[in-house]
């Protein structure tokens, strides 16, 4: 009988890694002399340290935020970003800042700074001391806001160039220009240039207003400035 049980141990001893954990609780151990019957304990998914065995485990998610290994039913009871569920796991992962509330970005009286830098692969956003800088992945959107409300008027859109306040100080230019066109020739309607449209608004049973272009005047005498259309 002894040598029967060990037998069975060094059988069992090569067999049981090779079975899932399910199939090791469903084998019948009872009765097996010398042998404590029972299956090793199944790993908890805290166990795992990597994204690939985590969601290689059942009921086991990876939360990329944490860096951790939870169950499934404790990512989404959990503030969890970045959430792999199933192989392949992602190379790398970006997380995520959200702000709830007012966000205030200033200067520090002694140091300065309270500057923005903003940039991905195909766009940048530049807000500091010396320029404003917007460079856009696709369209560029810029609206005032609708308001409600009888003799209400909308918001206004204002684009203003700086002025030189000091003595021969020159005014900054404005510059408004369509995208260009890259075409072959001797091929018709290939690689059309931007239109530039500017219109007045339209009014709804009301009086619509004027579009307006105007040369810079003078105060002193240096003559006006003429209007080239």
């Given at each position: 009988m002894a040598t029967r049980s060990?037998?069975?141990?060094?059988?069992?001893?090569?067999?049981?890694p090779l079975v899932t954990w399910a199939e090791c609780e469903s084998l019948d151990l009872d009765g097996v002399s010398g042998l404590e019957a029972s299956c090793p304990k199944e790993p908890a998914c805290d166990d795992y340290l990597d994204c690939g065995s985590?969601?290689?485990?059942?009921?086991?998610?990876?939360?990329?935020?944490?860096?951790?290994?939870?169950?499934?039913?404790?990512?989404?009871?959990?503030?969890?970003?970045?959430t792999t569920f199933d192989a392949p796991c992602p190379t790398t992962w970006v997380p995520e800042t959200r702000v709830v509330g007012d966000f205030i970005l200033?200067?520090?009286?002694?140091?300065?700074?309270?500057?923005?830098?903003?940039?991905?692969t195909a766009f940048e956003l530049v807000v500091s001391d010396e320029i404003i800088k917007l460079g856009s992945a696709s369209d560029v959107s810029v609206a005032a806001g609708e308001v409600?409300?009888?003799?209400?008027?909308?918001?206004?859109?204002?684009?203003?160039?700086?002025?030189?306040?000091?003595?021969?100080g020159g005014g900054g230019?404005?510059?408004?220009?369509?995208?260009?066109?890259?075409?072959?020739?001797?091929?018709?309607?290939?690689?059309?240039?931007?239109?530039?449209?500017?219109a007045g608004g339209a009014a709804f049973w009301g009086d619509a207003n004027l579009f307006w272009v105007s040369a810079g005047t003078s105060e002193g005498p240096v003559s006006e400035a003429p209007m080239i259309i």
């Open positions: 060990t037998g069975l141990l060094l059988v069992l001893s090569y067999a049981l985590c969601v290689a485990a059942e009921a086991c998610a990876w939360c990329a935020s944490d860096q951790r290994c939870l169950e499934v039913s404790a990512i989404f009871t959990r503030e969890c970003h970045g200033e200067p520090d009286g002694l140091f300065g700074g309270g500057q923005l830098h903003s940039s991905g409600e409300g009888v003799n209400a008027a909308g918001g206004a859109l204002i684009l203003e160039a700086g002025s030189g306040d000091e003595l021969q230019d404005m510059s408004f220009s369509a995208g260009s066109g890259a075409g072959y020739r001797f091929v018709e309607k290939n690689g059309v240039a931007g239109t530039v449209q500017v």
